[in-house]
């Protein structure tokens, strides 16, 4: 139990659905993250929002929508998704500013497996 | 721009086998130095981490040195159980932005130990 928490755990949509992602931390954090997992390639950073505001987005389609109504919940909203964006998608949150012994430590759920069709 | 390097998977132990597997790194400035791991079916938990050169981390028996002059953070067990089969995944924390982290991870290296 790492504190945040993921539903749903597996999900699999057509092209042309609408779907959400959530995310909720039980930490107190601060920051929250999402990011993507798929075979053979290094984490994707896609978004983070401090303090509840957007503050990094790494060239993500746009038919990736994250939303953060706030500090303890995190969205991911989906439509009209490829093929190519099957993977898990993983939430993190951290305190920041961190510093010292809780420099750059990120606190991660146990992901949504996304299978689009 | 920051990236970490560790060896392909996967890596194959008997039980009880010594374990190694190397991270190197390049970044600006002074990162922090992390191990995940990845357990089947899970999210990523942090094993150990190393704030500056020349600490060692060290978590359920695996540890990590900082090691500055060779830009490395390898992992090292002495002896491996069925149950520390998982992926293992290398990061750096790049410190430059303020109000969030930016971790940059390698690519995983899966273990596998047998009985």
């Known amino acids: 139990e790492t504190g945040v928490t993921q539903t749903p755990r597996h999900l699999v949509m057509g092209m042309t659905n609408k779907k959400s992602l959530k995310c909720e931390q039980h930490?107190?954090?601060?920051?929250m993250y999402w990011y993507k997992q798929s075979a053979k390639k290094p984490l994707e950073l896609m978004f983070v929002y401090s303090l509840e505001e957007r503050v990094e987005n790494n060239s993500v389609p746009s038919r990736f929508s994250p939303e953060c109504p706030n500090s303890s919940h995190l969205f991911l909203h989906l439509h009209t998704l490829q093929p190519e964006d099957s993977a898990l998608y993983l939430c993190?949150?951290?305190?920041?500013?961190?510093?010292?012994?809780?420099?750059?430590?990120?606190?991660f759920g146990e992901g949504s497996r996304l299978t689009v069709l | 721009g920051d990236s970490v390097t560790q060896m392909e998977g996967p890596v194959t132990l008997s039980e009880e086998a010594f374990l190694t597997i190397n991270c190197t790194y390049t970044?600006?400035?002074?990162?922090?130095l992390f191990w995940y791991v990845q357990y089947p079916g899970e999210g990523l938990q942090l094993l150990l981490k190393a704030t500056k050169a020349d600490d060692k981390g060290s978590n359920k028996g695996f540890e990590a040195t900082y090691r500055k002059e060779t830009t490395s953070f390898h992992l090292e067990k002495g002896s491996v159980q069925v149950s520390d089969s998982a992926v293992y995944f290398c990061a750096l924390s790049d410190q430059m932005n303020s109000g969030y982290s930016t971790l940059t991870f390698g690519k995983g290296t899966m273990l596998l130990v047998s009985p």
């Open positions: 970044a600006t400035g002074y990162p922090s």
């Open positions: 993190a949150s951290s305190q920041e500013p961190g510093g010292g012994e809780n420099t750059g430590e990120l606190f």
């Open positions: 930490l107190g954090h601060n920051a």
